[in-house]
Structures are given as structure tokens and as C-alpha cells.
């Protein structure tokens, strides 16, 4: 393919995820609230230098995803914040599998500083390219891989967290809920087939089904941490019984 052909190709695809990064940005900073009528079409167009089409696939993906609310002949809004019916509180993974009297073991595959892409910033109210923690480990019960975790932490809420030696006995999860109080948590549970990547650090077929659950926590209005957790599902089930206290720390 021509370098002509490539940017014609890509060239939109980055101009629509930059107008749905501003949206998202001024959502975050509270610049728009919940309720707040966005500009037309028209005046994002002048506003962003970029094409009606682009304006309006920004748009209507944000709306399907839940962020904007759009009203035929009205105009587009900032949709209230729905809280998800599934809230669970999952331990420490470690002191699970130690209470059931099996052994645990943990791995760290990565460890280093990351330039955050669009998703994974937007998931931590930060702008896109902004360095922050990145971490892949897995843990193991009785020596199978039941969960891989990866997880981005904001350097600014837990400034230590890269010099820390994550093995069987400090894993990431213990060390955040030891370290920074939490005032919110996000949890969404989803099922998936795994990529073929988790799925050689998992030591499973990538047709196998698997359990995610991804996890934000705040500490002080600031997203601290945004992880996910894959389980294969034949290993492993998700579901827990708690009790709310104001003691919580992000983990």
C-alpha cells in the first residue's frame, strides 16, 4: 500500500478518536456536567477543524457507549452517570487461595512506564500519551494460572508502586489496598475469549472462555488505579459476600 493510501486510511480514524477524546476530556474536568447540552454538530466542526462525518461518528459512538444522550431536534447531552447492577468486592487474590489451605505463587512479566493510549487514559481521567505505571502478572494456585492481571496506575496517586518487588508475598493488589484510601469503586464483569498473547500467559486455548472483571478505584475524585483481571472459566468463579465499611483502600 502507498503511504498516500495508508493516511487515507488512517488519517480519519485518528481525527475521530481526538474529537471523542475532547468530549471526554471536558466531561472529566467537569467543564461539561451531567445534564449539560453539548455544542451542535455544526459548532464542533469550527470548533475542531475536522469534517460533519468525523463530529458525527465521535458522537454516536460516545452515545452508544453511554457518555452523550442525544434528542432528535433537541441536541446532544452529557448522560447522567448509571452505577452497573454487579458491585463485587474481590480479596486479594493471594489470601483466597492461601485460606483454602493451596499454594500461591505470582509472576511478573511486566513491570515499567507506559504512554497511555486512548482507552486506557480516558479510563484514568488523564490525557492520552501520559506516562503511567503498567503492570502484567500471573498468578497461580497449586501451580495452574487461574488469573492474569494487567493494570495502569497514575503515577501521581501512587508514585512508588514501580519500585516495588511484586512476588508471592507483595502483590499489587495488597500493596494498593495498604497504601491509598479509596472513596469509589468501578467494577464491570464481562466474558470474552482471550487474545493469544493472555492466552499463552494463561497456558489455555484461545477458544477458551474466560471471566473478566475490570476495576477502577478512586482516591480523592482521582481514578488512582484501572485493572483488569482474566480468569480462565473453567478455573475459576467470580461472587463474593461483604460487608461495606469506610476503612476500604484501593486495591
Not at 474536568?29 to 449539560?36: L, Q
Not at 451542535?40 to 458522537?59: C, D, F, K, P, Y
Not at 505505571?133 to 492481571?149: I, N, S
Amino acid at each position: 500500500m502507498k503511504k498516500s493510501d495508508t493516511d487515507s486510511v488512517t488519517a480519519p480514524k485518528a481525527l475521530y478518536l481526538q474529537a471523542k477524546q475532547f468530549v471526554l476530556e471536558r466531561t472529566a474536568s467537569g467543564f461539561w456536567k451531567p445534564g449539560d447540552m453539548i455544542p451542535s454538530e455544526n459548532q464542533l466542526v469550527n470548533e475542531l477543524g475536522m469534517s460533519r462525518m468525523t463530529i458525527n461518528r465521535a458522537l454516536r459512538e460516545l452515545t452508544n457507549e453511554g457518555y452523550l444522550e442525544r434528542t432528535s431536534g433537541v441536541g446532544t447531552f452529557i448522560a447522567e452517570r448509571k452505577p452497573h447492577s454487579n458491585l463485587l468486592q474481590i480479596a486479594n487474590i493471594a489470601d483466597e487461595i492461601i485460606s483454602r489451605g493451596h499454594r500461591y505463587h505470582c509472576e511478573v512479566l511486566e513491570l515499567g512506564r507506559v504512554a497511555a493510549p486512548f482507552a486506557i487514559a480516558s479510563a484514568l481521567e488523564l490525557t492520552t500519551g501520559s506516562s503511567v505505571y503498567h503492570l502484567r502478572c500471573v498468578h497461580y494456585e497449586e501451580g495452574l494460572a487461574v488469573q492474569l492481571e494487567e493494570r495502569f496506575v497514575s503515577p501521581a496517586m501512587a508514585p512508588d508502586f514501580i519500585h516495588q518487588q511484586f512476588d508471592d508475598t507483595l502483590q499489587p493488589s495488597r500493596y494498593l489496598l495498604n497504601t491509598v484510601p479509596v472513596d469509589e469503586i468501578e467494577h464491570i464483569v464481562d466474558a470474552l475469549l482471550p487474545s493469544e498473547e493472555d492466552a499463552k500467559a494463561l497456558e489455555i486455548d484461545a477458544n477458551e472462555p474466560c471471566l473478566a472483571l475490570m476495576r477502577r478505584t478512586w482516591s480523592a475524585s482521582r481514578v488512582v488505579t484501572y485493572v483488569k483481571f482474566l480468569h480462565p472459566s473453567m478455573r475459576y468463579r467470580l461472587g463474593s459476600r461483604y460487608a461495606v465499611d469506610a476503612t476500604s483502600h484501593a486495591g
